[in-house]
């Protein structure tokens, strides 16, 4: 069981109120990811999940029992740290078993559930060797081999990811989706990288100084966006905002076209100047300054031989265009 | 840089600085082997002559040496007992956020700076006099007799003296070690069910480990060679209560004008305090590497 529910819970540091009101359901067994740009409150609304915050108000429920002002232990949560934050002086096996040693299990138990762990996430060869001794990819399998011992109600993740590279963050992004299949345990998952949301989230919120601006599955969120902060923050390259006349003309403020749905087009409505081209092999990134609408990114298949300075015409692909009204929210 | 001929030309730079060197040791130590070896009391100049093992072998089996050994290691031992322990208290008061932390900090390092002489006139005349002390006068307002430490508990007094001067410089390591424990560590911890003992056994203890073995080989060198306090206060005495080895070198060589005796006495201290080097580290000197 993984349930936790928040309702109108807040944070203020002080004056600066970080977190106003929010509600927010985690339905068991689901992988939920916090996603927002860096300073929006996302880590500071899983350390208050955690216990290591105490919420200024509003209630935390854990599998329906009120666990507002429950010690961090006491909540049947594991958390796996941006840092890792391993016992520097245990062997791999001591920092994964600390937590059964303070439960107090016996020996025999302690050791059959690390080496069980162990198996599970492939450090069965490391058991003896120090935090220091690792690389960082198993640096974070310790860790989250130290939050799987203790059978937890719901797994935390503070940025996990973070400090490995780009081709590890890839391989461990996999393995953690592929734990939550086998293992079937809430996960909650802190993230300021919207590709980590979109390939592993079953449920995505997007966060903005504190405020949840939408919650849904990846592609609901890709497909409608409610309002401008979502429709920019998730998707790759940026959606393209359009402004002005050329709103005007489909009835809105602001007309955005996702630069995977432009296509050039002979009849299109836009006429441009390729400004930057950024070949990626498989696909063609395209900056296309188009006069009276301003800087398009437009993703063409990798084929096309598009340069600085040549001129397209563009066109959006019909029913891909989303609209804003003056409060940015979709119309 | 590192070619063979700049190489040859910085072993020529610094070799005076280091030829300085180790004349200003070699030539203090060749004399004090030296002298030990001779027949030389200040009474009768002029009349040295050559005394073998004479020195060692008087100096060793005098009855004030067996105590002033013992006072020695006495010494040492109960300063570090009340530094580490208090140090390690102290620091972890230290790190709590409070307000006034500066003053506060720099008010707990203050002692360090005070000369021995100075905290043993102030320890002897205002706090530990059985007359005028503020001990005695607390005592007498609760209705007992005054102690008097000086005469009654000599080691155990200069001990506390000793302790209270060197009690800011383990306090300071201890507490810079503290500050530089990782935070998520802790909160891992505690998400891990460890309680507020445990996450001190098992976190913070190990992470000062090193700090310790530094603050305890560094006090251990200085506390050898403890001086000023004892012949400020109670010149050794009562009888040899208070005596340890650098008191009893200097009452032979000075007091009893046997520059001789105390030339071995000096060689016999050297010597142990290799002993007690050694020996401190062997036990703890492995937390040093890595």
């Known amino acids: 069981m993984g349930q936790i529910s928040l309702s109108a819970v807040t944070k203020s540091f002080g004056d600066v109120n970080v977190i106003p009101p929010l509600d927010l359901q985690i339905n068991d067994g689901e992988f939920v990811v916090f996603v927002g740009p860096s300073g929006c409150g996302k880590s500071t609304l899983l350390r208050l999940i955690a216990g290591l915050e105490d919420i200024s108000s509003g209630k935390i429920l854990i599998d329906g029992k009120d666990a507002t002002d429950a010690a961090p232990a006491e909540r049947g949560l594991a958390m796996v740290f941006q840092s890792y934050a391993l016992y520097p002086h245990m062997s791999v096996r001591k920092n994964i078993a600390f937590p059964l040693k303070m439960a107090k299990l016996s020996q025999a138990e302690q050791d059959r559930k690390v080496e069980n762990a162990a198996r599970i996430l492939n450090l069965s060869n490391y058991l003896d060797r120090r935090p220091g001794q690792l690389s960082g990819g198993q640096r974070q399998r310790v860790a989250i081999g130290r939050a799987i011992v203790r059978e937890p ?63 849904g599955s990846p592609l609901e969120l890709y497909r409608s966006p409610r309002n401008l902060f979502v429709a920019g923050f998730i998707g790759s390259p940026k959606m393209n905002f359009i402004t002005g006349a050329e709103a005007k003309k489909h009835n809105c403020d602001t007309l955005g076209v996702r630069p995977e749905h432009v296509e050039v087009q002979a009849d299109g409505p836009w006429t441009g100047v390729v400004g930057l081209a950024e070949h990626l092999g498989s696909d063609t990134f395209l900056k296309v300054n188009v006069p009276g609408v301003g800087d398009l990114t437009v993703r063409v298949s990798g084929e096309m031989n598009l340069h600085h300075g040549d001129q397209v015409t563009l066109g959006p692909q019909s029913g891909k265009l989303y609209r804003f009204d003056a409060n940015g929210m979709a119309l | 840089m590192a070619t063979e001929h700049s190489r040859t030309a910085a072993r020529l730079m610094v070799s005076p600085a280091v030829i300085l060197l180790f004349l200003w040791m070699i030539v203090p130590l060749g ?19 050559w005394a073998g093992f004479d020195n060692y072998y008087y100096f060793i ?7 002033a050994l013992v006072n020695t290691l006495l010494l040492v031992a109960g300063v570090l007992l009340i530094t580490v322990f208090g140090g390690i208290a102290l620091a972890l008061l230290l790190d709590q956020p409070f307000r006034g932390q500066g003053i506060v900090r720099v008010m707990v390092i203050a002692p360090f700076f005070v000369m021995p002489t100075v905290s043993a006139l102030v320890w002897k005349n205002m706090f530990m006099n059985p007359v005028n002390g503020i001990f005695a006068h607390i005592s007498k307002s609760l209705g007992f007799q005054p102690f008097d430490f000086l005469s009654h508990a000599p080691l155990a007094s200069i001990i506390l003296i000793v302790a209270w001067s060197w009690l800011p410089f383990a306090t300071l390591i201890l507490l810079t070690a503290l500050q530089s424990l990782d935070r998520e560590q802790m909160e891992a911890a505690e998400m891990d069910g460890a309680n507020w003992l445990n996450r001190f056994i098992y976190l913070t203890l190990p992470h000062l480990t090193r700090s310790i073995t530094v603050v305890i080989l560094i006090q251990t060198i200085f506390l050898l060679s403890v001086f ?35 030339s071995a006495g000096g060689i016999i201290a050297v010597i142990l305090a290799n002993i007690v080097a050694v020996f401190l580290m062997r036990m703890i000197g492995k937390n040093l590497e890595s």
């Open chain 1, 153 to 215: 109600a719901a797994f935390l993740f503070d940025e996990p990811l973070s400090n490995l590279d780009a081709a590890l963050r890839v391989t461990m992004r996999q393995e953690i989706s592929e734990l939550h299949q086998t293992l079937k345990t809430t996960m909650v998952y802190v993230t300021h990288d919207q590709v980590e949301a979109m390939t592993m989230a079953d449920k995505i919120v997007v966060l903005n100084a504190g405020r949840i601006e939408q919650v």
């Open chain 2, 31 to 49: 004399m004090t082997i030296y002298f030990s070896f001779l027949r030389y009391n200040l009474l009768m100049p002029g009349m040295e002559s």
């Open chain 2, 61 to 67: 089996t005098q009855p004030a040496f067996k105590s």
């Open chain 2, 228 to 262: 000023a306090e004892i012949l400020v206060t109670t010149n050794g005495g009562p009888g040899t209560a208070s005596t340890n080895l650098p008191f009893l070198v200097y009452a032979q060589s000075l007091l009893n004008f046997d520059v001789g005796g105390g």
